[in-house]
């Protein structure tokens, strides 16, 4: 397991990304996803000290997909991006109903809602509250 330097890890989160503009682009990527191993962070909630992999990965990014087809209602995606589009190994997911601006002045930029990481992820200061609808939010998709 790698240990985790917060200050690499969030040099990373400011890298460059690629964003998947259409669905398609996003199913693709979650393909990939599903076969390895994820570190799967929810701002606001503590730190994945595990990674998922196999079903229970599956199961998650299934049930993030659905809610992000559901509140991000568009025929465009626009709200995932990938450090690498063919191999990643971070990702970030915006929450699209807490989007925020990306181009808001001198503002910082609103965080992403989850983050996937292939290394342990570290701590991303939130000063939003998580909504109790989005606290355990995957347990709504299970079947």
């Known amino acids: 397991m790698h240990s985790t330097d917060p200050a690499a890890f969030h040099a990373r ?3 460059s990304f690629t964003g998947m503009l259409q669905w398609q682009q996003l199913d693709a990527l979650w393909g990939r996803v599903k076969s390895g191993t994820w570190y799967f962070y929810q701002l606001g909630e503590e730190l994945p000290i ?3 992999s196999g079903d229970e990965l599956a ?30 190994t971070l990702i970030k997911v915006y929450d699209p109903n807490n989007m925020g601006s990306s181009c808001s002045g001198n503002a910082a930029p609103s ?11 570290a701590l991303i200061e939130t000063h939003a509250p998580t909504p109790n609808n989005r606290r355990r939010w995957w347990q709504l998709f299970a079947k």
């Not at 659905?66 to 063919?86: F, K, Q, S, T």
């Open 50 to 52: 595990t990674p998922l």
């Open 111 to 121: 965080p992403p809602g989850w983050i996937l990481s292939t290394t342990p992820p």
């Open 13 to 15: 989160l400011k890298g």
């Open 59 to 88: 199961r998650r990014i299934d049930a993030l997909d659905a809610l992000l087809h559901r509140d991000h209602d568009y025929n465009y995606c626009g709200i995932v991006y990938a450090d690498d589009a063919e191999q990643p």
